[in-house]
């Protein structure tokens, strides 16, 4: 009986949506998979999409990996062909920017001068590159973020360009990271620099820091810590950059990966809550009645770490649509996963589960006879936060299902290269 009431429930929520519209800004992987997912969910009334890029949305991790150093065109690296939106009756606005919310007319004002009205909205604008306040750098020559199509078409053209191809990469993080290994590949002389006193110093341990610095100069790769970039001087279409040490270094390109800000203006103006993001609850619903957040913009609650997070994942994206399509339907999701991340640089694939923040020990397990095949797991105490498998896909998956369990790990073992690295023979 319970069950025929609930199909009942769900039927009359799907028969009111017919006149009902879905407004989603922001065309990436997280409101792209959300106007999918309401179709798969039973929403029967509009949906429009709406994204100041000019572009078919597209997958975006491939920006600084294999599109960058392929001569593929954007389009096929598309998350939907265009005749899947028209199939399943999404509209979808390219080009076209959202300006403000009303919040009491329910409706948008969009860039092109005209208006449209919501009955649910869902905000997925995702983050922008910061430009660092450095002397110099408005009028740098070749200077680009990476985080469009755009900026890496703009790229290219600028390695095609370019006679010698002296690359300064402002930024080691794995953006900055991955796009010196893709700019290598295509012949360029790249240098790194990084202020902090290792790469990647706020996302991993000093293991997989080292690993990836030595990486990096075995590839010919200069990378420097400790360098903090202060002003960029320009003459002759040639930029030279100076660091707070009085080093100095010669660049035609420049690409600055220092990380994001979150877009969160939209919301900020109708008073959404604000902290590290736009705060959503574990429906993804903000604090504005019929108003969502997904994606990198959102700052949610996650119950296995205890705490409220923000994630810049594609995983994260997806995972978000699936929840926020379901409770725009009527019915009652509850946000909790386990985040996931990848890193391709050279022939290195990295394989992150889990968030290693606040983490006591680390155990660093070296497979047999492997230089490159190795993981390290974090523990507080004796609970295990995250992963990082370095062409260990093993590791990988047995971590992830270690983490969501919540299971024990003999810390023993799992140290011993001699023990297999088996779920059974890990668990404590």
Known sequence: MANNLCFLYLLLINKMSKNKTCV????????????????????????????ADPVLPYHRPPLSKAYLTSDDPIEQNALKAVETYER??????????????????????????????????????????????IAGIETAHQLYPLRTAKDVTDIKKAMLNSTEKRVVVIGAGYIGLETAASL???????????????ILQRVTSPVMSNFF???HTKNNVDVLTTKDVVLIETSNKVNTIHCSDGSKYTADIIIVGVGVRVNKQLADAIGAKIDNGIKVDETTATSIDDVYAIGDCSFH???????FIRLESVQNAVDQAKVTAAAICGKSPVYNTIPWFWSDQYDIKLQMVGLSNGYTETIV??????????????????????????NNAKAYV???KFIKTLTKVNKAKLADTNEPLKP???KL
Do not use: C, M
């Open 24 to 51: 989603i800004i922001g065309a990436s992987h997280a409101g792209v998979n959300l106007a999918f997912s309401l179709r798969k969910e039973g929403w029967e009334g509009e949906i429009h999409l709406f994204d």
């Open 88 to 133: 399943e009756n999404i509209n979808l606005h390219l080009g076209v920017q959202v300006e403000a919310i009303d919040k009491v007319s329910k409706s948008v004002s969009l860039s092109n001068n005209t208006t449209k009205s919501y009955d649910k909205l869902v905000i997925a604008t995702g983050a922008s590159p910061i430009i660092p306040p």
């Open 184 to 198: 290598k590949k295509l012949g360029a002389t790249v240098s790194v620099l990084e202020r902090e006193e290792r």
């Open 213 to 215: 610095q030595e990486l």
């Open 301 to 307: 609650f996650n119950p296995h770490y205890n705490r």
């Open 365 to 390: 397990r070296h497979e047999e006879g492997e230089t490159t095949k190795f993981s390290v797991w974090y523990f507080k105490g004796d609970d295990l936060l995250a992963v990082d498998a370095v």
């Open 398 to 400: 047995i971590g992830t």
């Open 424 to 426: 059974a023979t890990l």
